[in-house]
């Protein structure tokens, strides 16, 4: 197809539903994307958070390569040994508990939005009180935070709160309840007779890199131990060493009740998972829940491939070094920049809040050849894959200082 002609099909057959910029991309390997003609761009937000380790990253492929010649797909009524093994590996790397398999980011959400409703319908659920005792009957009403983005199905989209994604899509389901972001009074005011669970992300990605206190995340965890409240942590964005540690909540001290994963989970390939703790892990009985491509063969084998490049490699180590150099190299170039107002981060994972909206600034960068993205009009957001390396974010600093620098006179 020319190019001409791929962007008026996209005209004509594809939903208008993503605001789109004009590349067409055919190639990549890790941090790097090449144009269909050629031209290289150094991918500082690759697929939006999925590109934990890059573009195309071989150990991936491989995987991928291998189960593809074997099996495609096999119906979750039978059993695989990849998907035991990613099971395995998931639970060893997080908390005892059990996993549920799905396809995306607001799909591990509704499970965890359906298993807390579940847990709050149910009259004889808490393994850990005595049995039979009716802990958590008739509670369903879950707390999220201004700001939050869980997804855009409707019960994600709930919890998301925000009315920018709702509207136009009401009635919207109930059930939630949006309170300030680090403000634990407010939570506290906010429980009643009805809430079942808190759900937050603890870098709000979506929102604009906000960063969750750490008194109000073990504040968090008092008040839902002392309630009977479940906590559930959307590690969507953070999961996978985008922080520093394999799960954001890891660098709290705390165990969450549940997690949720997806974007770098499987190297570019769908998937979404959702842990729950131990007590929790038999709520969701035979027909209560399901996917039917959730874990299929070839998304496990890809994911079984992501966990086993980030320890032969040592991802979360370079995240964490490469996560300071980019930290001491950005606070340089707000220095010179006074476009920006602040930076914040943790990993590589940041936020550079200007005071001019961050669009121009994206498609500048573009045009120069680095991708970043704008969140919340203001926010460049950069979240470079883990395995960066320092040349790589040379590069990177020194193509948005020239262009921050022409909005800095
Ligand atoms: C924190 C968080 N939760 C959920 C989602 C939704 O994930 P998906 O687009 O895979 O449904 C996103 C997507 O950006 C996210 O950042």
Redesign the pocket.
């Known amino acids: 197809m020319k190019i001409e002609d791929i962007f008026q099909t996209y005209k004509e057959c594809i939903m208008p539903t993503y605001n789109k910029v004009p590349f067409i991309f055919v190639k990549g390997k890790g941090s790097w994307l090449w144009d269909i003609k050629g031209k290289a761009y150094l991918d500082f937000f690759p697929g ?2 999925v590109g934990g380790l890059g573009h195309c990253h071989p150990k991936v492929m491989q995987g991928v390569r291998d189960q593809i010649s074997k099996l495609i797909f096999i119906p979750n009524n039978y059993y695989h040994p990849f998907q035991a093994k990613l099971a395995k590996e998931l639970i060893t790397l997080s908390f005892p508990g059990k996993v549920f398999f799905a ?7 509704e499970a965890a939005i359906k298993l807390a409703r579940k847990f709050g319908a149910s009259a004889k659920l808490c393994a850990d009180g005595e049995p039979g005792r009716i802990i958590s009957q008739g509670r369903y009403e879950v707390i999220t935070f201004e700001n ?6 409707m019960a ?1 989209l709930a919890a ?1 709160g925000q009315k920018k994604y709702q509207a136009g899509f009401e009635p919207i389901p109930e059930g939630f309840k949006q309170v300030k972001f680090n403000d634990l009074a407010a939570v506290k005011q906010a429980i009643t007779g009805k809430t079942v669970a808190v759900m937050l ?1 603890l870098v ?3 929102g604009g890199i906000n960063i969750a206190e750490k008194d109000f995340v073990l504040g968090l965890r008092k008040i839902c131990d002392q309630q009977n409240l479940l906590l559930i942590v ?5 999961g996978f060493g985008r922080t520093g540690k394999m799960f954001a909540y890891q660098n709290y001290g705390i165990i969450p009740d549940v997690i ?1 994963l ?2 770098a989970l499987a190297g570019g390939l ?1 998937m ?1 998972v959702m842990i729950a703790k131990k007590e929790l892990s038999d709520i969701l009985t035979p027909g209560m829940h399901a996917s039917t491509f959730g874990g299929g063969p070839v998304v496990c084998r890809a994911a079984l491939g992501v966990l086993k490049a980030m320890q032969k490699e040592k991802i979360l180590h370079n995240c964490q070094n490469m996560g300071k150099y980019l930290s001491e190299k950005l606070t340089f170039l707000k220095n010179t920049c006074p476009v920006i107002k602040e930076i914040r981060g943790v990993g590589l994972m940041f936020g550079l809040e200007l005071n001019i909206e961050g669009k121009q600034i994206v498609q500048e960068a573009a045009n120069r050849g680095l991708l970043i993205n704008c969140t919340h009009d203001h926010v460049l957001r950069l979240m470079p894959a883990l395995n960066v390396t320092k040349k790589e974010i040379d590069k990177a600093i020194s193509i948005l200082k020239s262009v921050l620098k022409a909005y800095s006179a």
């Open positions: 939006w958070g396809n995306s980011g607001a799909e591990a959400n939050a983005f869980h997804g855009r199905t994600a998301t992300e709000q990605g979506e959307d590690e969507v964005q953070t949720t997806a974007k769908p979404g």
